[in-house]
């Protein structure tokens, strides 16, 4: 009996043991998403104004908090479910007041200036963004006419715009942007505002494109209607902080 007792104390020993390395790995694993949620580009550049607690079990990220804007809800939760080791996101953030009624002024005004936060080409800091009924008046200063004319047309693909004018100058003072390191930006960074930016749009909001990223180099996958609306995905991804390049992988 006294055999049969000290086998199964030695048994249970081993399976107490064998369990710590599992815990101690699973922790660690959650640390680092925590850690690589809160230091990613995304969250120290558009959502650094939000307050938002991010934790991390098993791989299982709970989002909880406030957030100023709702498209920032969507940003977060993108972000953080691109990260290694996430296996599922529980978006429980809230939106501070009210929420801009669809295609209302403040609606649209907020749609274009994250748009222009997400291209590198167009100066979002430079660039004043006013609607009213709809109509776009954009006012600040571009670097170049190339730089205007692409503000304008980014703008008017915007869901919601019914037209754009733009006054904005063309002149070398414009303030400088602030520049990422090398413009290494992290994948899942770079996934969520392709993903945000295709939605926004107009012209690629309804294709169902799924977007992958490694080492900053874009592959999209999905359908489109036509050639035209497959190369404006990739126009648009193309132009994104941190991507260096797009493969594009949709069928027609």
Known sequence: MKSVVELFTALAMVLVLASVPANASSNKNDKRIEAAAKKSYVFQNYLKEDDIQIQSKDGVVTLSGSVLEESHKSLAQDTVAELPGVKKVDNR???KGDSPAVNSDLWVATKVKSTLLFHRSVSAINTDVDVKAGIVTLR????SQAQKDLTTEYAKDIEGVKDVTNEMTVGKSSKPEKKTVG?????ASIT???KMSLLFHRSTSALNTKVK???GVVTLYGKAKNGAERD????????????KS???RMTI
């Open 140 to 143: 600040g200063e571009a670097s």
């Open 93 to 95: 953030l809230e939106v």
């Open 192 to 194: 969520a505002q392709v």
């Open 213 to 215: 990223t490694k080492n």
């Open 183 to 187: 413009e290494e930006i992290d994948d």
């Open 246 to 248: 797009v493969t594009n």
């Open 232 to 243: 404006l995905a990739a126009k648009f991804a193309n132009d994104i902080h941190g991507v």
